[in-house]
């Protein structure tokens, strides 16, 4: 079955930086798009970025534009965030998922989800 497994998460203060990775299996790697999706508690899943199975297109939400960096591995079948340049208001669960087809910015239109990884920023 498909698995996703994020880790890389943790306290970071302001304007310091975190890499998150996403382990994926039981599934065709390149075959998927993917993407990174964050949660605070009361609100829904927020998309914060996403790339393409195949023609390697990447896209990032106007929030983390410019400080996020998302990429993936085919060799590891990994998935990354980088996170630069990080804001107390970027404190979230960061989520893992995928679909086949193109980027979505609706969590509804994913398929599989990790468990999570918290991100906390302190100011």
């Known amino acids: 079955q498909v698995q996703l497994v994020e880790s890389g998460g943790g306290l970071v203060q302001a304007g310091g930086s975190l890499r998150l990775s996403c382990a994926a299996s039981?599934?065709?790697?390149?075959?998927?798009?993917m993407g990174w999706f964050l949660q605070t508690p009361g609100r829904e899943r927020e998309f914060v970025a996403g790339?393409?199975?195949?023609?390697?297109?990447?896209y990032t939400g106007d929030s983390v534009k410019g400080r996020f960096t998302i990429s993936r591995d085919y060799s590891k079948n990994t998935l990354y965030l980088q996170m630069n340049s990080l804001k107390s208001e970027d404190t979230a669960v960061y989520y893992c998922t995928v679909r086949r087809g193109d980027v979505r910015t609706l969590a509804a239109d994913y398929d599989f989800w990790g468990q999570g990884t918290q991100v906390t920023v302190s100011s």
């Open positions: 790339i393409a199975c195949c023609g390697r297109s990447t």
């Open positions: 039981g599934l065709t790697f390149s075959s998927y798009t």
